[in-house]
């Protein structure tokens, strides 16, 4: 559906919803605490994959069109490459934002020894962790709702 969308209506509408969805998501995983049950959790993950899968075939659309079908193969490695950088580093930040956070709220507290005294500090780097990726999403966003329309293809 959001690629029938952006070839109808355009990569940018799409893409800025499929943001929206992705932050709701961050925003509604970091407000999950101990008492959560499990349908808060598959709540907050379907949002943020709903919004991963309106995001990603529009902004690829859109990526590809900035080249030119003579430079799919060039941009499409690009794309895969920063793609997987991305999530790398990301990943990266992430673990350590929340390795930080937890061991700043355990008073030294590590995974290996966690204990059901240290819940409050998994929550609380758990929560840090997903708002700042709500925010990044946020920010993303916002970028992704000025950018340009591609060129056309000539």
């Known amino acids: 559906p959001a690629g029938w969308a952006s070839d109808r209506w355009g990569t940018r509408a799409p893409t800025v919803l499929g943001l929206l969805f992705v932050a709701a998501g961050l925003f509604f995983c970091a407000r999950i605490d101990d008492t959560s049950g499990i349908a808060a959790v598959f709540a907050g993950l379907f949002v943020l994959g709903a919004g991963m899968g309106i995001f990603q075939s529009p902004n690829t659309s859109a990526l590809l069109g900035v080249g030119g079908h003579d430079a799919h193969g060039v941009v499409s490695s690009l794309l895969a490459t920063v793609r997987n ?13 929340f390795a930080w956070r937890f061991a700043a709220a355990t008073g030294g507290g590590t ?40 060129p056309k293809e000539k």
Do not use: E, K, N, Y
């Open 111 to 150: 995974l290996d020894t966690f204990t059901p005294a240290q819940s409050a500090g998994f929550t609380d780097a758990m929560r840090l962790t997903f708002f700042v990726a709500a925010a990044l999403a946020l920010l993303a966003t916002a970028l992704s709702s000025l950018r340009g329309a591609p």
């Open 85 to 97: 950088m991305g999530m790398a580093i990301g990943i990266a930040l992430g673990g350590a934002l």
